[in-house]
């Protein structure tokens, strides 16, 4: 095994205290040895190396040598069932103490079949499904986005355990990693509000290299130190102290797990490591560290400290000697089971985008198989249902599903005691508690990101965003929620529900507001996106999405949700609509009228005002949509007119007439049109919002130009 670090580690310096009692401190030893090991085979065999044969470099790689020992001892620490860790690439030391195996560990690396991605991610953003030990929630490439959903975990475990009255997960903890860097970034301030303000049961572990790649951690949080910030931060037991020190760690991560674990809320503890390696393969320190800095740190190895710390108290020189044997004949066993992996198959790369029936398993996370089983629902309408505004409707559904299945918990900025600032929620925290309809604070991450860790506990989460703008600052939780099912290679998926109001109001607009943008979450992967048009299908397509196995965008059109527009028969307590059914409201001959959410209304009257034989399709979910059904219409009427209220420039009418173009070019009378907001975004004063929205007069008289042409 080749161990390039050998001849610069230096003589034990710690002074000999007893070992702390209470940790299996021969695991930790093998654990932290494997993890050298694996840096190890993989610094000599990645791709700076000229001589390692194609088949066996190591694409992309990052060292934990320096982070191992205290993670390791963090590791050993977290036993119980229904333990949840949000890691980062600088994590595989703790992984492998809660269950990696070595051969996953480096397979992945490898690009391999299997392990934690089959080869679609790079090897050191991990993930393992717990299987009655820990789980390691999927972790993220972006620096910082642990945080939110660790937090999550750590809110569902309260949940399952006073709320569901589920005794397993009492004891249980949420523990999230990250280094001096991540403190500076808002998915850290968010969760650590949320553990804060709530006293979740979640410790947060900062590894202080004093490095983020380059830059020193004086400029992620003033003096570098940030437990020494918060000393003062409420509802936080915070420690401090020096990770190379393997007594030090032990007791302090010891002292926080404990205090976690008894219910006194969260805790965050700092321990300073040395990076003992460039931050990543292709980086060589050069320009940023010198040579005696980088000689400093390895005086701080804390593998040196744990052996002198270990021995002769608590193992024998030859018995170190034997782990040293075991762990490199585990690791070359390991290496060649990795190498003797086949490379992944393209043939099966687009799978698990979305849920896959047909998977021999199914990922972890979302609403049990059985229970979705009981809430089969039906796509019958009642058709004797009282008339409800959009809104109500929406409400009706949410304390239906509330009443059906426990696991529903519905949150969001005003959403608890005001029952949100378009009143969609009012009353529901007073019917179902406040554990289960809550209020959040004010972080679009935090309430998507708190989502995802819920739902990867089983939970279905009903996230609102109060207007469609202020989901811009969770666009990372977003689009990792979206792949996350794809990157594990269905492992993992978060089916979560994300209402959204959007879109102009009555007489009224303006930039922040009035957003719509509905394509960002069709081009996003992994998305179902619904945007319906009244108060009807709202109901069913809701539903749907909360009891679904993807993650859904459910935008509620502020122009609907209390007119005569939006409203509807309710059509019942169990009545679904599945995705990607478009609803044809007007036969015709001569042209297809395609649109979706508001402007399906300046349509029926665009279409009512015209002689022209208009055949109108409202497609109620733009992803999945119904190809099909508009395809079928455009071949018989060979033209067609997309309205949206998107701007114009990549709008998902692109979308439509592209696929028109190729799929029914020799259809086609005239060429496929699309009346959409021109690239402005949304004005204030009516005068200049009704310039820039199609209005039924100038949908007709597109219809009525594209009918001649
Ligand atoms: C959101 C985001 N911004 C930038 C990066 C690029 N990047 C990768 S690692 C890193 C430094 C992180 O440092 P730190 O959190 O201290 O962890 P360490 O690597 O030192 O263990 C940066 C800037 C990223 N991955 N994600």
Known sequence: MPVESKGKRRAPATPRVTPAPDFDWRSIVYHALVSRALD???????????????????????????????????????NH???????????????????????DALASPLGRTGGFSDGRDIGVVCNLPGNGRPTVLPMSGDVGSQYTPTAGWAQAITYHRDTLGDANYAGAIAVALGGDGSVATNGFWSALTMATTLRLPMLFYIEDNDLGISVRGKMQTPGGNIARNLASFGNLLVRDGNGSDPHESATLLGECVRHVRAGNGPALVRLTVPRLSSHSGPDNQKGYRTDDEIAADWQRDPLPNLRSYLVPARLSEKEWTELEAEVERDVTRGLEGARARPAPSPEGIHRHVYHDAEAPTEAAGGLPQPLLDQLDGTTVADEEGEVLRFADAVRRTLRSELQANTRVLVFGEDVGVKGGVHLVTEGLQKAFGSDRVFDTSLSEEGIIGRAVGMAL??????????FRK?????????????????????????????????????????????????????????????????????????RSAMRSRNPTIFFEHR?????????ARYPGDNYVIPFGSARVLREGSDLTLISWGAMVHRCVDAASATDVSVELIDLRTVAPWDRECVLQSVQKTGRCLIVHEDTLTAGFGAEIAATLARESFWHLDAPVERLCVEDVPMPYHPVLLNA????????RERIEHLARV
């Not at 993989?42 to 040598?65: C, D, I, M, W």
């Not at 820039?692 to 949908?699: F, K």
Request: hydrophobic residues 40%; charged residues 15%.
């Open 559 to 567: 122009s609907l949700l209390m007119t005569s527009d939006g409203s």
């Open 470 to 542: 202020y989901a811009d600052p969770a666009a990372e939780q977003l689009n990792n929620c979206g792949t996350m099912r794809w990157r594990t290679a269905n492992r993992f998926c978060a089916p979560i529900v994300v209402r959204m109001p959007g879109g102009f109001g009555k007489d009224v607009g303006d930039p922040w507001h009035s957003l719509s943008a509905e394509v960002l979450w069709v081009h996003a992967i992994g998305w179902q996106v619904a945007v319906p048009s009244n108060a009807a299908d709202a109901v069913g397509l809701l």
């Open 81 to 103: 069932p229904h333990d949840g860790i949000g890691a980062y690439y600088r994590s595989r030391p703790i992984l492998l103490s809660v269950g990696l195996t070595i051969e």
């Open 457 to 466: 506990t089983g939970l279905m989460p009903v996230a609102e965003i109060q």
């Open 40 to 78: 190890d085979t993989e610094e000599s065999t990645n791709r700076n190396r000229g001589h390692v044969p194609k088949e066996h470099l190591v694409l992309y790689q990052f060292s934990a040598r320096g982070h191992d020992v205290p993670q390791v001892i963090l590791g050993s620490l977290l």
């Open 692 to 699: 820039v929205l199609p209005s039924a007069d100038t949908i």
